[in-house]
């Protein structure tokens, strides 16, 4: 009877102290997390607003200094879901109004490396990648 007594103290003491290392153990990863978490914050500087960045909160005069070219028109396709998908893609690009002969030409000058360049892009991507809506 004595040796049963024994027996189930010391079982019992095995799971006791292992509980009390696991509060232990997780107490120190809480700390430690928050700590580094608290350091994080203190070290970095804030986010800078994009409109600050800029210095002018008048989109409108930016907006009318800008005029849309389009830089490349193509059909590529994809197949590497196992089935055959065409693209219809039209890729434009803003650029200052004042430039915009000067680009055109630019342009025009290099429309196939800009249209191989969009067809290499469709062709190895992931279909998952080109599956949006707004694409």
Sequence with gaps: MADEKTEAASAAEPKS????S?????ALMLGEGAGV???ANMLSPPPVSAEAADGEG???????????IE?????????????F???HIRVLGLVD????DEIKSLAQARRARLEDAVNVVIRS?????????EL
């Design 125 to 133: 991507a992931d279909p998952k990648h080109l599956d949006e809506p």
């Design 22 to 26: 696991i509060v232990v153990v997780a």
């Design 37 to 39: 978490y608290m350091l």
């Design 17 to 20: 102290g292992r509980r009390l």
């Design 58 to 68: 008048d989109d409108s005069a930016k907006k009318a200094d800008l005029a849309e």
């Design 85 to 87: 998908i065409t693209y």
């Design 97 to 100: 109004a004042a430039r915009l």
């Design 71 to 83: 830089l490349a028109e193509c059909r590529p396709s994809n197949r590497m879901a196992g089935r």
